[in-house]
């Protein structure tokens, strides 16, 4: 598959974003899907992830907060953002995985103000 992450931008803490990753090519629903985060100077992290019969896993960091979806029929996984926080500040990447198959979207910047 090849990945098209969208949805980022500018909000104030204690808003919302939804991001969204959308996949082309076959097979989506075999793979497992991921959202990961990388702030300027941190290495990059898990965030959450979506197996393709929508069992979840979050960070600590975000639980309660965010929450990952797909739509299989559309190709597509999501991550609703609430409540942010300016440390949620980072460049967001959806990755999929499936046996030897590893897909990187390009990125998608998040900047929540104080």
């Known amino acids: 598959v090849q990945l098209q992450a969208s949805g980022g931008g500018l909000v104030q803490a204690g808003g919302s974003l939804r991001l969204s990753c959308a996949a082309s090519?076959?097979?989506?629903?075999?793979?497992?899907m991921y959202w990961l985060r990388q702030a300027p100077g941190k290495q990059r992290e898990l965030v959450a992830s979506?197996?393709?019969?929508?069992?979840?896993n979050y960070a600590d960091s975000v639980k309660g907060r965010f929450t990952i979806s797909r739509d299989n029929a559309k190709n597509t996984v999501y991550l609703q953002m609430n409540s942010l926080k300016p440390r949620d500040t980072a460049v967001y990447y959806c990755?999929?995985?499936?046996?030897?198959?590893?897909?990187w979207g390009q990125g998608t910047q998040v900047t929540v103000s104080s």
């Open positions: 090519g076959r097979s989506f629903v075999r793979y497992t």
């Open positions: 979506i197996t393709g019969d929508g069992s979840t």
């Open positions: 990755n999929a995985k499936w046996l030897i198959y590893d897909t």
